[in-house]
């Protein structure tokens, strides 16, 4: 499956950005899909997962009650919408897929998008 993430962009602190990870390739609804994210200097982290077919989704601590993974097999996209962002939200994002069970750490996650960078100025 080849992954494509876009939506990124600038934005001040408290605004709101929708990702999104377009699919093609293999069948889309076979994928548990990932967003993670890697700040400059900083390892790559864990933002949110969701299962194949949307009924289970994990999110990151630090990101909880503010931003919301979904899913739209029919469109084989997947979305991150992110509200009351933080400069600390600046990365760069990365969607990823993985078939198979269902896990939440990006050393299960087998394809991966470019990324998309999102800048948040305080």
């Known amino acids: 499956v080849q992954l494509q993430a876009s939506g990124g962009g600038l934005v001040q602190a408290g605004g709101s950005l929708r990702l999104s990870c377009a699919a093609s390739?293999?069948?889309?609804?076979?994928?548990?899909m990932g967003w993670f994210r890697q700040a400059s200097g900083k390892e790559r982290e864990f933002v949110a997962t969701?299962?194949?077919?949307?009924?289970?989704?994990n999110y990151a601590d630090s990101v909880k009650g503010r931003f919301t993974i979904s899913r739209d097999n029919a469109k084989n996209t997947a979305y991150l919408q992110m509200n009351s962002l933080k400069p600390e939200d600046t990365a760069v994002y990365y969607c990823?897929?993985?078939?198979?069970?269902?896990?939440?750490?990006?050393?299960?996650?087998?394809?991966w998008g470019q990324g998309t960078q999102v800048t948040v100025s305080s």
């Open positions: 990823a897929a993985r078939a198979g069970i269902f896990y939440t750490s990006e050393s299960y996650y087998d394809y």
């Open positions: 390739g293999r069948t889309f609804s076979i994928y548990n």
């Open positions: 969701i299962s194949s077919s949307g009924g289970a989704i």
